[in-house]
């Protein structure tokens, strides 16, 4: 866990730090400057916890991995009251990602937070993979947020392993590592989103994630200047084999979805 320098965040690190929940309690999120709220992407009771606890929490700032810069700068309270009109505005059709409606109730109770995007565009994304030059995606930050320094080799040959494992196996090899370089990418955008975020607005800030974002290992959360005080929640489909990598995490049940590798068998 990061160093916590606020009193709710002190207790809970003295209450035992991370630990399994029936539900995440919302009194853990209170004083603290970031709150990365984790997610299966298209698990709605995530999103409905993730509403809770940004209802419960009043942030500020929302950032979300889902949303672009330029997409996040379109919304408005106007479009806030209006879930059709806010979901065109955002082209989330075309966005790649689940239903709008598992994620409007977060932005429905939003609550006049300031609205940040972390998404990296699809074509930056594609040229600073390519030629290297995280700069050029990070506003001439990709050293503050570690991504011009390799990886010790057990971390990356996990993470290979991991992505492969996540692309059912079906990945050429020499493709791992751009996939590990991808994942880092996002991580870097979310740190810097949320830290601009609380510089911006005073926090709290909401970060709207994957579960693989939220990690305290390798995630974004570790990329965080260690003065401001973090936690991290995930939500999971089935009980851990070892301690997840979270501030707190619960288990729910799954969704029902076609096997995503039957094409590959």
Same mark, same amino acid.
């Given at each position: 866990?990061? /160093?916590?320098?606020?009193?709710?965040?002190?207790?809970?690190?003295?209450?035992?730090?991370?630990?399994?929940?029936? @539900?995440?309690?919302?009194?853990?999120? @209170?004083?603290?400057?970031?709150?990365?709220?984790?997610?299966?992407?298209? %698990?709605?009771?995530?999103?409905?916890? /993730?509403?809770?606890?940004?209802?419960?929490? !009043?942030?500020?700032?929302?950032?979300?991995?889902?949303?672009?810069?330029?997409?996040?700068?379109?919304?408005?309270?106007?479009?806030?009251? =209006?879930?059709?009109?806010?979901?065109? !505005? +955002?082209?989330?059709? =075309?966005?790649?990602?689940?239903?709008?409606?598992?994620?409007?109730?977060?932005?429905?109770?939003?609550?006049?937070?300031?609205?940040?995007?972390?998404?990296?565009?699809?074509?930056?994304?594609?040229?600073? +993979?390519?030629?290297?030059?995280?700069?050029?995606?990070?506003?001439?930050?990709?050293?503050?947020?570690?991504?011009?320094?390799? #990886?010790?080799?057990? @971390? /990356?040959?996990?993470?290979? !392993? #991991?992505?492969?494992?996540?692309?059912? %196996?079906?990945?050429?090899?020499?493709?791992?590592?751009?996939?590990?370089?991808?994942?880092?990418?996002?991580?870097?955008?979310?740190? @810097?989103?949320?830290?601009?975020?609380?510089?911006?607005?005073?926090?709290?800030?909401?970060?709207?994630?994957?579960?693989?974002?939220?990690?305290?290992?390798?995630?974004?959360?570790?990329?965080?200047?260690?003065?401001?005080?973090?936690?991290?929640?995930?939500? +999971?489909?089935?009980?851990?084999?070892?301690?997840?990598?979270?501030?707190?995490?619960?288990?729910?049940?799954?969704?029902?979805?076609?096997?995503?590798?039957?094409?590959?068998?």
């Amino acid at each position: 866990m990061k /160093q916590m320098v606020t009193a709710a965040a002190l207790a809970f690190a003295l209450a035992g730090g991370a630990a399994k929940a029936e @539900q995440l309690d919302h009194t853990l999120l @209170q004083g603290v400057d970031v709150v990365f709220l984790g997610e299966v992407h298209d %698990n709605p009771v995530h999103h409905s916890a /993730q509403a809770g606890a940004t209802l419960a929490l !009043a942030p500020k700032a929302i950032v979300f991995e889902m949303l672009t810069p330029d997409q996040a700068a379109l919304v408005t309270p106007e479009l806030l009251d =209006d879930e059709a009109a806010l979901g065109q !505005a +955002l082209a989330w059709d =075309d966005s790649g990602w689940p239903e709008f409606s598992m994620y409007y109730p977060i932005f429905a109770v939003s609550g006049g937070a300031r609205i940040y995007g972390a998404q990296v565009p699809r074509g930056l994304a594609r040229e600073v +993979l390519s030629s290297g030059n995280m700069d050029a995606a990070m506003a001439g930050e990709a050293s503050q947020y570690k991504l011009t320094e390799p #990886l010790p080799e057990a @971390q /990356q040959t996990e993470r290979e !392993a #991991l992505q492969m494992e996540a692309h059912c %196996n079906a990945l050429p090899e020499e493709m791992l590592p751009i996939m590990v370089m991808a994942q880092r990418l996002r991580d870097a955008r979310l740190a @810097q989103s949320a830290t601009k975020a609380l510089r911006e607005t005073g926090g709290p800030v909401v970060v709207i994630t994957g579960n693989g974002h939220v990690r305290n290992d390798w995630g974004a959360p570790t990329l965080m200047d260690p003065s401001i005080s973090v936690v991290t929640f995930g939500q +999971l489909e089935a009980e851990p084999e070892t301690e997840p990598p979270y501030d707190t995490w619960v288990v729910t049940a799954p969704v029902e979805r076609e096997d995503p590798c039957a094409a590959f068998q």
